[in-house]
């Protein structure tokens, strides 16, 4: 336990060292837009992208938050895939879906030197849906349930964490954290050291993901009660979201928002 606390914390240091580095190099030196690099003064994002970027996260369901389009919808206003379908989380926000210009900055924010754009992404989704990302997680000033909800990154399997020293995942979610004004717990733990997904189906997807997660030692006592803020960069099939909503709702989570960048489809 202690081992693991220290592990986190010098993580944690390393992270933010990385990000401060990132963050204070670009405000000294702003040239060029990060998503399509034209000289965009001392934005990060052009006008043109950022309004691209906000317009991604318009009409979309909010139980698994993909794009709904004239023919998608439920008399319910789910997408027709979620209907009748029982899923480990309870509500998913995007930025909007996984495709250009937010692919490329998705694919950027990977590699601990461009960690800083992860704190501009989750700006850019508060921008556009913090009322409804508010409204489902029960922020201040009625907390659902009494319990102050808690944000929670989607963990790396330790040897992969080791191996790269660094997850996305919580980079984004600490951005979310401080934002909302609400506590970060490093909850969980990626038990299984699962093989990547892709060209996986979706029933292939969510075999893989069963019980690939765990509730760290000593966590379930901040996990019981709450609603939880369950943070990952992209979401496809949702199947890793699922499995990791299920083991926190094992735990005594009362509802789980999953809170994303970039959502595509299989």
Request: hydrophobic share 40%; net charge positive; with cysteine.
């Amino acid at each position: 336990m202690i081992s693991l606390l220290k592990e986190d914390r010098m993580r944690s240091l390393r992270a933010w060292l990385g990000e401060f580095a990132a963050d204070f190099d670009a405000l000294l030196f702003p040239t060029e837009c990060a998503a399509c690099g034209i000289e965009s003064g001392s934005a990060v994002f052009c006008g043109e992208c950022e309004e691209k970027l906000l317009a991604g996260a318009g009409d979309a369901c909010e139980r698994c938050a993909s794009r709904l389009g004239p023919w998608s919808r439920s008399d319910d206003g789910l997408c027709r895939w979620c209907r009748g379908r029982r899923l480990g989380f309870d509500a998913a926000f995007a930025l909007g879906p996984y495709s250009e210009p937010l692919r490329t900055l998705c694919l950027r924010v990977k590699h601990p030197t461009d960690g800083w754009l992860a704190r501009r992404l989750i700006d850019l989704l508060m921008k556009a849906r913090r009322d409804a990302i508010e409204r489902a997680i029960g922020v201040r000033p009625h907390y659902l349930g009494g319990f102050a909800p808690l944000v929670v990154p989607v963990p790396l399997h330790r040897l992969r964490n080791w191996t790269r020293g660094y997850n996305q995942a919580e980079a984004y979610a600490r951005r979310l954290a401080a934002v909302l004004g609400i506590r970060y717990e490093n909850a969980l733990r990626r038990v299984v050291a699962t093989p990547k997904l892709a060209g996986l189906s979706r029933t292939e997807r969510a075999e893989v993901m069963r019980e690939a997660f765990g509730v760290r030692p000593g966590y379930d006592k901040h996990v019981r009660g709450r609603v939880i803020a369950l943070v990952d960069d992209v979401m496809t099939s949702g199947a890793t979201c699922d499995s990791a909503a299920r083991t926190l709702k094992q735990a005594g989570a009362t509802r789980v928002v999953v809170v994303v960048i970039g959502r595509t489809d299989i």
